[in-house]
């Protein structure tokens, strides 16, 4: 489960830092969600947290790099964590100046790459894409994109036609654990490295956040919104045995283009599972 070697150990506690440092002043935080769904559950599928409605879905916007990750590494496209390294064209959408980088499996899970996932989908091609989606029984399992725009392989999952509910969300990560997906223990494990945030005591922290542009909805009359996810798992190595859990929230708030709300939803889950952790409700035996 460890990253071994020093170049992964190294990115690997920069992350930590990284992950560590986004908790730092939440209940400071100035604005609180209009909406909250979350969802904290054991190896057997058993709840030790939930919060708002969790079977209402939404786009998975950039959480669907999860699964995209797995069919890029299980198809032979993504090779290892830093293989394939590809650089942006003039035809990219580039929203923030570290996408103009060098991106690797790694940094484009970091830092959220969105071009990097729209030329691995056209690599994948829309039917294999499709059939690991209903393979997988993957939110509402949409993937056809704007009506009449023919986006679906590169905007399908970006407040368009696919969909997914926070509970959803963790089913499909339960899959992804319990090896249901048919992938390899190679890809398993890639998976691992490239989505590891930190830890929490000795929690291990795998997670992917996701975030939306503005948008309207007729609940919320007169303001623009935003939405957010984090999505992921926790495990500890205890008595030689691995324990796990895993989580996903999902929150509504109103747009401010200075702020992300996938940042926001995961400083908001990173706090609840420092409260698991210390009052103890993570120690018990699966």
């Not at 699964?67 to 496209?77: K, T, V």
């Not at 390294?85 to 100046?97: K, N, Y």
Request: glycine share 6%; aromatic share 12%.
């Amino acid at each position: 489960m460890k990253i071994c070697n020093m170049k992964k150990f190294i990115l690997s506690f920069c992350a930590a830092i990284k992950c560590l440092a986004s908790t730092e002043g939440v209940d400071a935080l100035d604005v609180n969600p209009l909406s909250v769904s979350m969802l904290v559950c054991n190896k057997e599928m058993q709840v030790e947290y939930i919060e708002g409605d969790c079977y209402k879905r939404y786009s998975p916007c950039s959480t669907f790099k999860f699964p995209l990750a797995i069919m890029g590494f299980n198809s032979g496209i993504l090779q290892t964590e830093e293989e394939p390294a590809w650089v942006s064209s003039p035809d990219h959408e580039i929203f923030l100046e570290s996408w103009r980088c060098l991106q690797t499996p790694h940094s484009w899970i970091q830092n959220s790459v969105v071009w990097y996932s729209q030329e691995l989908t056209q690599m994948l091609g829309f039917e294999k894409i499709n059939e690991y989606i209903h393979q997988w029984n993957y939110g509402n399992k949409d993937v056809s994109g704007t009506p009449g725009m023919n986006d679906g392989l590169t905007h399908s999952w970006l407040n368009s036609s696919l969909q997914i509910s926070t509970k959803e969300q963790i089913l499909f990560i339960h899959k992804f654990i319990n090896s249901e997906l048919l992938i390899s223990s190679e890809t398993w494990q890639k998976i691992e490295n490239i989505m590891y945030v930190g830890d929490v005591e000795d929690w291990e922290i795998f997670g992917k956040t996701g975030g939306s542009g503005k948008y309207e909805d007729e609940k919320y009359p007169d303001i623009l919104l935003q939405h957010g996810w984090f999505i992921g798992w926790c495990t500890k190595e205890m008595g030689g045995s691995l324990m796990f859990r895993s989580f996903a929230i999902h929150i509504i708030e109103q747009y401010n283009e200075d702020k992300k709300p996938g940042i926001h939803a995961k400083e908001i889950m990173m706090k609840k599972i420092h409260e698991l952790v210390y009052v103890n409700r993570m120690r018990s035996k699966d």
